[in-house]
């Protein structure tokens, strides 16, 4: 080996130590952990973590919840890089700004169109939650998030790409794809044996973005936004099922309760907190005469 060899080979080595550089050495194998609220909404916060750091993707609805996911955070040894938000509904963003004192610096991102999501109906969000759950259950304030400024995230050189979505369970989202990793983090793309949210209006624009989902590549893994987590990618063909089989039972049902029940009768999963909220809004605002 030559000298001009070694010193090339030294120096890629120290790059691939200091800055993680994709390609060098080999591939860093990513793991996923979770923390998830009781069973009245089942909300799932992931932490993707590499060798030494993680990312945090969404953050509860309660100061609770918040404070146990800091917990897990802690727990874990790693070192938080950022935290990502795959949608401006409050259940996965309230909690945001109390994850975001424990870790000062650590930035909140997430895409353009889910950040003005989240500018526009946020202190409405966080008014609400205050006077239905209690001040004292609720963070003070909304976090500070910020537009991701790249169509992907890096956590030591395995890249997560941002999968851009829009409409169906909520106006805007995204969802983070690894491909290497065959791992879908899909934010409330996907539910997994939990009730499905149905008060956007927008069932057959969320069967459409289920549907991409085959475009992306192999998944192996799906963390879904609500309910057990890992699921297989079969709980794509599910959601699509729950979507065809619900939204009819919610058009044909003579009242809220009668449509919980029916919807019981056929499906016996966790979220019942999602169910009965999401009915009684689907009954004002989705139910066609």
């Known amino acids: 080996m030559t000298l001009r060899t070694h010193l090339l080979g030294a120096l890629c080595g120290a790059l691939c130590s200091l800055f993680f550089v994709a390609g060098c050495g080999s591939p860093v194998q990513l793991s996923v952990s979770n923390y998830q609220s009781d069973a009245t909404f089942a909300v799932n916060s992931y932490l993707i973590s590499g060798e030494n750091d993680a990312i945090l993707v969404d953050g509860q609805f309660t100061r609770g919840d918040a404070e ?9 040894g790693k070192t938080l890089r950022s935290i990502f938000l795959t949608h401006a509904h409050p259940d996965h963003y309230l909690g945001l700004d109390v994850i975001a004192a424990a870790f000062p610096g650590v930035p909140i991102v997430a895409t353009a169109e889910v950040v003005a999501e989240f500018k526009a109906k946020g202190p409405d969000a966080l008014a609400s939650a205050k006077t239905n ?3 004292a259950n609720i963070a003070d304030k909304l976090a500070t998030v910020t537009v991701l400024s790249d169509d992907k995230l890096i956590l030591e050189g395995e890249e997560l790409q941002v999968v851009k979505l829009s409409d169906g369970e909520s106006p805007s989202a995204a969802a983070l794809y690894g491909s290497r990793q065959k791992l879908l983090i899909s934010g409330d793309l996907l539910y997994h044996r939990a009730y499905l949210w149905l008060a956007e209006c927008k069932s057959d624009a969320w069967v459409s973005n289920l549907r991409s989902l085959s475009r992306l590549g192999p998944i192996e893994q799906v963390y879904p936004g609500h309910g057990a987590a890992p699921a297989t990618a079969s709980v794509i063909d599910e959601n699509i099922e729950y979507l065809g089989t619900v939204v009819p039972i919610l058009q044909s049902a003579n009242s809220v309760s009668d449509a919980i029940a029916k ?9 019942g907190g999602l169910l009965d909220y999401s009915t009684q809004i689907y009954f004002s605002a989705c139910k066609k005469p």
Request: aromatic content about 14%; overall charge positive.
């Open 68 to 76: 146990k996911v800091v917990t897990m955070i802690n727990a874990s």
């Open 263 to 271: 919807v019981k009768q056929r499906y016996n999963y966790t979220g």
């Open 133 to 135: 759950f209690g001040a």
